[in-house]
Nanobody, 120 residues
Framework: QVQIVESGGGLVQPGGSLRLSCAAS????????TYWYRQAPGKQRELVAT???????TYADSAKGRFTISRDNAKNTVYLQMNSLKPEDTAVYYC??????????????WGQGTQVTVSS
C-alpha cells in the first residue's frame, strides 16, 4: 500500500544542476529514513545520501559539497539537489524508503528509478 515514485532526472551538461524528487504515499507511519542510491551500468549500487525522520543527513564523499538532501513533510517528499554535476554522476538514481514495524526486520521500499546523464 506504500508507493515510492522518483522524478526529476534528465540530460545535463557538466557543471549543471538537477533536483530529484522522491514522493511517498500510503501508510508511511513506520518510515524512519529515506536513502538515495545510484547505479551505473555494470557497476555496483552506491549510496549517495540519506535523511532520517529526525532530519539527520549523511552524504557519500563524492556528493559532499555538491548535493543536498532535504524533505518537505507536508508533501511527503524528499529531494536531492545536485549541483556541479560531473560525468561520473551519470547513473540511474533510486529512492528507498526504510520501514521498521514492531517485531519486524527493517526493510526498504524502492521507487522505479530516474535516469541522470551528465554529458557534453
Amino acid at each position: 500500500q506504500v508507493q515510492i515514485v522518483e522524478s526529476g532526472g534528465g540530460l545535463v551538461q557538466p557543471g549543471g544542476s538537477l533536483r530529484l524528487s522522491c514522493a511517498a504515499s500510503g501508510n508511511i507511519f513506520y518510515m524512519y529514513a529515506t536513502y538515495w542510491y545510484r547505479q551505473a551500468p555494470g557497476k555496483q549500487r552506491e549510496l549517495v545520501a540519506t535523511i532520517t525522520s529526525g532530519g539527520s543527513t549523511t552524504y557519500a564523499d563524492s556528493a559532499k559539497g555538491r548535493f543536498t538532501i532535504s524533505r518537505d513533510n507536508a508533501k511527503n517528499t524528499v529531494y536531492l539537489q545536485m549541483n556541479s554535476l560531473k560525468p561520473e554522476d551519470t547513473a540511474v538514481y533510486y529512492c528507498a524508503a526504510y520501514f521498521q514495524e514492531p517485531g519486524q526486520d527493517r526493510r526498504p521500499l524502492w521507487g522505479q528509478g530516474t535516469q541522470v546523464t551528465v554529458s557534453s
